[in-house]
C-alpha cells in the first residue's frame, strides 16, 4: 500500500508563505496526475492545484498568481508554494496523486492563517 506524506503545513500570518511537500512512501509509476486539495471547516474538499505527466498546471481562481504547484526531482514528490496567503486559505490540504487503477490520498497537513 503507498503512502503520501504532506509536510510543511502550520501557522502563518496574512501575507506570509508556506511550502508544503508531498512524497510517496515507494515509486508510483504512470502516474497521470498529481494534485493539492483542500477542505475547510464546514466546506466540501475542493481542487487547489494539478499538475499532469506532461507538466500542464490548472489553478483554481481563488489561488491563482499566489500558488505555486511543481513536482520535484525524486519520483512522486510534488511541492505547493504558496504566497500571499489570506485567512480565507486557511484548511486541511491534502496531497493527490492518481493513475490506471489508482487513487491515492495523504492524511492532510493544517493550514492556518490568522494574525
Known amino acids: 500500500q503507498v503512502q503520501l506524506v504532506e509536510s510543511g503545513g502550520g501557522l502563518v500570518q496574512p501575507g506570509g508563505s508556506l511550502r508544503l511537500s508531498c512524497a510517496a512512501s515507494?515509486?508510483?509509476?504512470?502516474?497521470?496526475?498529481m494534485g493539492w486539495y483542500r477542505q475547510a471547516p464546514g466546506k466540501q474538499r475542493e481542487l487547489v492545484a494539478t499538475v499532469t505527466r506532461g507538466g500542464s498546471t490548472d489553478y483554481a481562481d481563488s489561488v491563482k498568481g499566489r500558488f505555486t504547484i511543481s513536482r520535484g526531482n525524486a519520483v512522486n514528490t510534488v511541492y505547493l508554494q504558496m504566497n500571499s496567503l489570506k485567512p480565507e486559505d486557511t484548511a486541511v490540504y491534502y496531497c493527490n496523486q492518481w493513475g490506471p487503477g489508482y487513487n491515492y490520498w495523504g492524511q492532510g497537513t493544517q493550514v492556518t492563517v490568522s494574525s
Open positions: 515507494r515509486d508510483i509509476f504512470l502516474i497521470n496526475a
